[in-house]
């Protein structure tokens, strides 16, 4: 199981761009990465995978560099409603999953 | 609608006493999993199932039990909840595994052990 290591919290403004990093070094050749999105009391909720390159998606983009020891989620254009915990997962079919903390987005007007 | 549903919603019981929160998903999927989170703590992965009669151990299993004798079907059981067992549980399922699938998770179950 790869470890990620992400941001504990971000503060951005509406209508910005919003990059958070997520560091996983030990990632295997399997691994996929994915996304979560979570509102407090609720389940998390799917944004996007990949495996290398970018994915693109209706809400986000995720750009997954070569060596893919790292990637990062991408959301155009926050709106206040985007004030949640985003959690990076690295792993295969079988894996155990580790959400980790998560990064706490926090967006202002 | 897809969906994953559990039940129940909320509960407050006593400790010792047996519990089970079900589990069920309509989206034939082979993989389900319980999450528990907790405050400071995120969310750690209980118990997973890859397919009828297969399950494993998560990060958290002490103190739980799961079967998976029907594919739509993954209860949680408590035999002697303790207080430590309080939090909020989250069951979820995936096409196959969770690595490289996404997860579609239930509302969440919030128990209370006194």
């Known amino acids: 199981l790869a470890k990620t290591t992400q941001p504990i919290s971000m503060d951005s403004y509406e209508g910005q761009e919003v990059n958070i990093t997520c560091s996983h070094n030990n990632i295997a050749t399997n691994d996929y990465i994915t996304w979560y999105q979570q509102f407090p009391s609720q389940g998390p909720r799917f944004i996007i995978q990949?495996?290398?390159t970018k994915v693109t998606n209706e809400v986000a983009s995720l750009f997954i560099p070569a060596d893919r020891k790292s990637s990062t989620l991408s959301l155009p254009r926050v709106s206040l409603s985007d004030t949640a915990v985003y959690y990076c997962l690295v792993g295969d079919m079988g894996d155990k999953i580790i959400f980790g903390k998560g990064t706490r987005l926090h967006i202002l007007p | 609608e897809a969906q994953v549903t559990q039940n129940p919603r909320y509960l407050i019981t006593v400790t010792g006493k047996k519990l089970t929160v079900t589990c069920s998903q309509n989206m034939n999927h082979e993989y389900m999993s319980w999450y528990r989170q907790d405050p400071g703590l995120g969310l750690r992965q209980i118990y997973y199932?890859?397919?009828?009669?297969?399950?494993d151990k998560g990060d958290v299993p002490e103190g739980y039990k799961v079967s998976r004798k029907e594919k739509r079907n993954f209860p949680l059981i408590l035999e002697s909840p303790s207080p430590n067992q309080t939090s909020l549980y989250f069951c979820a399922s995936s096409l196959l595994g969770a690595g490289n699938q996404p997860q579609h998770f239930g509302d969440g179950t919030r128990l209370s052990i006194l």
């Open positions: 990949g495996y290398k």
């Open positions: 199932s890859m397919n009828v009669e297969v399950t």
